[in-house]
């Protein structure tokens, strides 16, 4: 069969990577994709949001399966547009459709489906601008620091940690009536602080039956140490030491049964991924959030520890029939260390030659951020490469990746020394 995977990242690079082992899948074709997607299949220069140029490349190539990677295009109904679509109807996507994807789409629409289903998540209030005293009066009562929530999709930074109360008034202020982050934050959320460790839980899911795919725990911070910016994430671990099969069992009893029959019993079809990122307070899971996707850089460490066929496992997905379907994880641990662009993730260098990436050893390199001119692949985005380990042991993976990533070299490549060694 022929397969489309929508995206350009690195974790679009390791669904390709996946995918293309597969002798279910002839052809592979990745739009926009990047330098490095090419090695897996045939890139297609269409950008992700725009659905006729996806159409005309389906009926073309004759698609028989689209894999949606990132959030945009499904918030904004692809699922749906090939529904809707005489031609396009037949061809299952893999992803949410526009209402189900508003568990990512819509933070609100989030923290009332966790309460109406009763998944453990922390205390909040929504607030507009017509409810702007109502939101002073909030702030105080839910202790410090107190975490503010953009309601819409802000790219990754439409959250806030405010140390004090008065910060949180101004940041308020400026969120609802000085429209900081645009429309996402015309209505936002107020949270409580939880304390504990991350970590993101991945379920795959055709509706009515589901797999929980392996954990893994991201590195937001452009800094070592946990420190400065928040980034798309820096690197990656799995599976998560501390995510035991016990405290598995507890997140499929408290979270992910309820959210999969929260959404059958609002009549909500979903076909896709479940990204579900929690925070582990005292080995209790509380929702932090929902995305309607895949992670990135978690995929990169989660999709080379699962040894079945990727394909016949997005079959099931697509046919109703996940529950048939083998799911094989490997005992090995996978790391992943992102190289960013220098200035990275303020204003960063672009377009610097890439070299040493033959001089890798034991690590996968997913390309993310890279663009191929003539003979030279160049560094084009914020985070450039993930490289990939995966090893008997979380000490091996983690040394490797981070050995091979010093071995590439471009103008302002930086990164962090220190994924994953808080957990040894
Ligand atoms: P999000 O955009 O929802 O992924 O939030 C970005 C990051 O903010 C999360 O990955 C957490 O590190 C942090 N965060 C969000 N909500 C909370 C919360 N209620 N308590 C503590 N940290 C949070
Ligand atoms: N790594 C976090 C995300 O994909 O949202």
Known sequence: MNILILGSGGRESAFAWKLAQSPKCSKLFIAPGNAGTGQYGTNVNIAVNDFEGIKQCVLANSIDLVLVGPEEPLVRGIHDFFLTDEQLKNVPVIGPQAEGAQLEGSKDFSKQFMERHNIPAATSKTFTRDTLQEGFDYLPTIGLPIVLKADGLAAGKGVLICLTVQEAQQELIEMLTQAKF??????????????????????????NNYKILPSAKDYKRIGEGDTGLNTGGMGSVSPVPFADAEFIKKVEDRVIIPTIEGLKQEGIPYKGFIFIGLM????????????????????????????????????????????????IISNKVAATVVCVAGGYPGEYLKNKAISGMENVRGSHVFQAGTTQQGEDILATGGRVLAITSLQDNMFDALQQATADASRIYYDGCYFRKDIGFDLI
């Open 280 to 327: 582990n307070c005292h080995g209790d899971p509380y929702m932090i959030e929902y995305n309607c996707r895949m992670g990135d850089p978690e995929t990169e460490s989660v999709l080379p520890r699962i040894e079945s066929d990727f394909v016949e496992l997005l079959l099931g997905v697509a046919e109703g029939n996940l529950n048939e379907k083998e799911l």
């Open 182 to 207: 645009g429309d996402a934050g015309s209505k936002v959320v107020v949270e409580q602080f939880l304390q504990g460790i991350e970590l993101s839980v991945f379920v795959l899911t055709d509706g």
